[in-house]
T-cell receptor
Framework: AQSVTQLDSHVSVSEGTPVLLRCNYSSSYSPSLFWYVQHPNKGLQLLLKYTSAATLVKGINGFEAEFKKSETSFHLTKPSAHMSDAAEYFCVVSTGRRALTFGSGTRLQVQP | NAGVTQTPKFQVLKTGQSMTLQCAQDMNHEYMSWYRQDPGMGLRLIHYSVGAGITDQGEVPNGYNVSRSTTEDFPLRLLSAAPSQTSVYFC??????????FGSGTRLTVV
């Protein structure tokens, strides 16, 4: 069985400050992990993915995430938030070719 | 452009009506799946298929049917719509090499 817990339902930051969105996972097998972003009334866009290569994964728009097996975590970070980063973010786990298991989402608010 | 196409984008149904949400992909992906998105719950898996002629249930399958007669198409059928099925529905396809691609979603309201 696999599961994902996003530790914050809402995060608010000021523009230009760092972003940290937290994600813990549970998986019986070596997982693939993803972060997706969803802007209001839009579809899902892949930010980055971890598939057992380098533990620090760089994604689009300056985002990165670090896979920590000992902590079963896959937190998403960005050094400096931009207004356009305001959206909902989903941490996702997959094992093999089975379906994805989504976290409940974190809504990121960026204050000017 | 290659990708996953969902139709319709919006739909309003009356309780008890049936309908089919269409999903088509042109990437020759083996794997396709349907999710529903509800506020505060992320996306939950309804049904999935690992290839033509093979389907299986996900986390929330009740009230939905699927079939996979071709690699390209994976329609989702609502047999008798209920207000609890008001949601946004996403179709996805994937291959081992290329990861997951999502459609743009269908917003369904059941009144």
């Amino acid at each position: 069985a696999q599961s994902v817990t996003q530790l914050d339902s809402h995060v608010s930051v000021s523009e230009g400050t760092p972003v940290l969105l937290r994600c813990n996972y549970s998986s019986s097998y070596s997982p693939s992990l993803f972060w997706y972003v969803q802007h209001p009334n839009k579809g899902l866009q892949l930010l980055l993915k971890y598939t057992s290569a380098a533990t620090l994964v760089k994604g689009i728009n300056g985002f990165e995430a670090e896979f920590k097996k000992s902590e079963t975590s896959f937190h998403l970070t960005k050094p400096s938030a931009h207004m356009s980063d305001a959206a909902e973010y989903f941490c996702v786990v997959s094992t093999g070719r089975r379906a994805l298991t989504f976290g409940s989402g974190t809504r990121l608010q960026v204050q000017p | 452009n290659a990708g996953v196409t969902q139709t319709p984008k919006f739909q309003v149904l009356k309780t008890g009506q049936s309908m089919t949400l269409q999903c088509a992909q042109d990437m020759n992906h083996e794997y396709m799946s349907w999710y529903r998105q509800d506020p505060g719950m992320g996306l939950r898996l309804i049904h999935y298929s690992v290839g033509a002629g093979i389907t299986d249930q996900g986390e929330v399958p009740n009230g939905y049917n699927v079939s996979r007669s071709t690699t390209e198409d994976f329609p989702l059928r609502l047999l008798s719509a209920a207000p609890s099925q008001t949601s946004v529905y996403f179709c996805a396809s994937s291959s081992t090499e290329n990861g997951y691609t999502f459609g743009s979603g269908t917003r369904l309201t059941v009144v």
